[in-house]
């Protein structure tokens, strides 16, 4: 019994081995995998002070600019200057009766129409598709803003 339990044991520890060798080699290809990911060349031209911060941190300048990239698509008032009129409407904490009188702009408003017809004839841009979708928070944020104020009114009267 004894020696068939040492053999069992054994059998495992062999299996565990085989496992763990195969996980080191999966690690090894998939790092050596992501190391060897061909990679495009940028030039740029920016100023010395910038240069000088940059130098010690030139390894990681791929995820340096990945992030920032993020930050700047997640920023939804980048060049879209109607969130910011409304974010600016609502910290002066207008009344119910304000925020349901509240209209897009004129300059908005055919921002909106031109994307609008762009994209039933021809699609958008990415970057219009962005605009879009901001666009889009936006209307989203008023609706919220317009319910909430309704439901002020109604409880007021």
């Given at each position: 019994m004894r020696s068939?339990?040492?053999l069992i044991s054994l059998t495992i520890a062999r299996y565990i081995s085989q496992i763990r060798a195969i996980e080191l080699l999966l690690c090894y290809h998939s790092i050596?995998?992501?190391?060897?990911k061909k990679m495009a060349t940028?030039?740029?031209q920016i100023p010395d002070e910038l240069a000088l911060r940059l130098d010690t941190l030139k390894d990681d300048l791929p995820q340096i600019l990945m992030l920032g990239l993020r930050e700047v698509e997640a920023n939804p008032s980048n060049g879209?200057?109607?969130l910011t009129q409304i974010l600016e409407?609502?910290?002066s904490l207008p009344s119910p009766q304000?925020?349901?009188?509240?209209?897009l702009?004129?300059?908005v408003q055919t921002e909106i129409d031109t994307l609008l017809e762009k994209n039933r004839t021809e699609g958008l841009t990415p970057i219009e598709q962005r605009l879009w979708q901001q666009y889009e928070f936006v209307e989203h944020l008023v609706r919220i803003a317009?319910?909430?104020?309704?439901?002020?009114?109604?409880e007021a009267a």
């Open positions: 068939h339990f040492y050596r995998a992501s190391v060897s940028i030039t740029l879209f200057s109607g409407f609502i910290a304000e925020i349901l009188a509240l209209r702009s004129d300059a317009k319910a909430q104020a309704l439901l002020k009114l109604s």
